[in-house]
């Protein structure tokens, strides 16, 4: 059981370039997230996705964008990479329903951009 | 202010002490608490969670809140040096929408 995959693990962007960070759970969960953690910080939600077909804004979205592309998927986009957004990108996923609250989460992607 | 604040430490224990963590959150309506541990260069791992005012206990793992004073704490009793990594406190709003906010998280170190 695979749970929650993320890639890459690491990438290197220069300012101006765009990547899309892939997520994929194989648990069947409804909702879906993206967060960020820099040093300091703790994790800053930027997108999430109760289910399949929406998503809604988080924290700090501004400069990435969302797709849920079916149950299982949810990439997050960087079109236009920006220093600030040297970060590590964690994907989430959670079952539905009062009494699954636990988030579980991917591996993370270290994301440097020069 | 930060919705959930956490000294971020470092808290340096001694092997087989009580490791005591802190946490405040700022919405009175908040449901569900959560504490995640994770180690450097990893991801986060959910270890307790609490819902309701007193003691949660789990193996050496003790949670405690108090909704009145809005603040929840993790007690870790004879703390191991495989202890030794970040700990996040997370809070769910009321609502419904169950998006956990978390804190910047406590360094914990457990010497010999």
């Known amino acids: 059981n695979a749970g929650v995959t993320q890639t890459p693990k690491f990438q290197v962007l220069k300012t101006g370039q765009s990547m899309t960070l892939q997520c994929a759970q194989d648990?069947?969960?409804?909702?879906m997230y993206w967060y960020r953690q820099d040093p300091g910080m703790g994790l800053r939600l930027i997108y999430y996705?109760?289910?399949?077909?929406?998503?809604d804004k988080g924290e700090v979205p501004n400069g990435y964008n969302v797709s849920r592309l079916n149950k299982r998927e949810f990439s997050l986009r960087l079109e236009s990479a920006a220093p600030s957004q040297t970060s590590v990108y964690f994907c989430?996923?959670?079952?539905?329903?009062?009494?699954?609250?636990?988030?579980?989460f991917g591996s993370g992607t270290q994301l440097s951009v020069l | 202010q930060k919705e959930v604040e956490q000294n971020s430490g470092p808290l340096s224990v001694p092997e087989g002490a009580i490791a005591s963590l802190n946490c405040t959150y700022s919405?009175?309506?908040?449901?569900?608490f959560f504490w995640y541990r994770q180690y450097s260069g990893k991801s986060p791992e959910l270890i307790m969670s609490?819902?309701?005012?007193g003691d949660k206990e789990d193996g050496r793992f003790t949670a405690q809140l108090n909704k009145a004073s809005q603040y929840v704490s993790l007690l870790i009793r004879d703390s191991q040096p495989s202890d030794s990594a970040t700990y996040l406190c997370a809070v769910t709003k009321s609502g419904g929408s169950y998006i956990p906010t978390f804190g910047r998280g406590t360094s914990l170190i457990v010497h010999p």
């Open positions: 989430a996923s959670r079952d539905s329903g009062v009494s699954n609250e636990k988030l579980f």
């Open positions: 919405d009175r309506g908040s449901q569900s």
């Open positions: 648990m069947n969960h409804n909702s």
């Open positions: 996705s109760a289910s399949e077909g929406t998503t």
């Open positions: 609490i819902y309701s005012n």
